[in-house]
């Protein structure tokens, strides 16, 4: 009985051992050797085989899914179906038109820029330059040098009279009928605190006594409401200097260029009476 059970227990260990020599070792796909000229690459609508039952299901569905791709990109745009649209609100929607053609009109957006680009030079032709005050030969001068500057308009002037000289108010008293009389005037004149001499210069004021010079005329005035209060009362003033008519010339609706030949004629012909802006 206990060979038998030996001879058993023998043979399930033979067994054993030749089922673990047959059985297969797993093969690492990793480590195979790939060639890449047994590659093949599947279309990219490609998918698995389903079963029977599903594929007939789903076989109307697939239908124009699965075709394969050189068949629909060779098949005329015309033969395509139009899209059923997917609900009511899409199939509701308004259709947006068409763009239109470029054309080679401007735009409207280009208007602003053409309006600003009028505005600047609009502005660049409203320059004004003011010349002067010119005298009678100072003028003569440069209405001579303008014909040259080819200006679009004419300037206009301005005439007003001007005293040329020191401007000085001179307070003065007629000489008396005698020369010993105006020098007995004189020495009164200062005993009274009013400084004063004879004019010795010959001219239109010879002998006349002389009380005082003044740059306003306030401290002029001043001072023969001073004499007329002592009992003075021939006490005059004169202006020294020569009373003439100046002109002062304004150039308008001037462009750059126009006031680069104006300021050019002005530093050629009178280089101190400088161009200013017009007040």
Known sequence: MKWLLGVLLALNLFAGLYALIKQKPERDLRAQEINASQLKLLPADWKPPQPASEALASAPQAESASAPL?????????????????????????AVPAAKPADNKPQAASKPLDAKAASVAKTAANLCRSWGPLDPKQLERVQG?????????GPEASVKE??????????????????????????????????SYIVKTDGNFRNHLSLGLFSKEEAA?????????????????????ERTRVTTLNFKALDDAAVTRLKSLQQRLLPGIPLQECH
């Open 70 to 94: 050189a068949q629909l990109e060779s098949a005329p745009v015309a033969a395509k179906p139009a899209a059923k649209p997917a609900s009511k609100a899409a199939a509701s929607a308004p």
């Open 145 to 153: 040098g303008l014909p040259a500057l080819q200006l679009a308009t």
């Open 162 to 195: 001007a005293l040329r000289g020191s401007g000085r108010i001179w307070v003065f008293y007629p000489p008396l009928a005698t020369q010993a009389e105006t020098q007995t005037l004189v020495s009164e004149l200062r005993s009274k605190g009013f400084d």
């Open 221 to 241: 005035q001043a001072l023969i409401k001073r004499l007329k209060d002592a009992g003075y009362n021939k006490a005059q003033l004169d202006v020294r200097g």
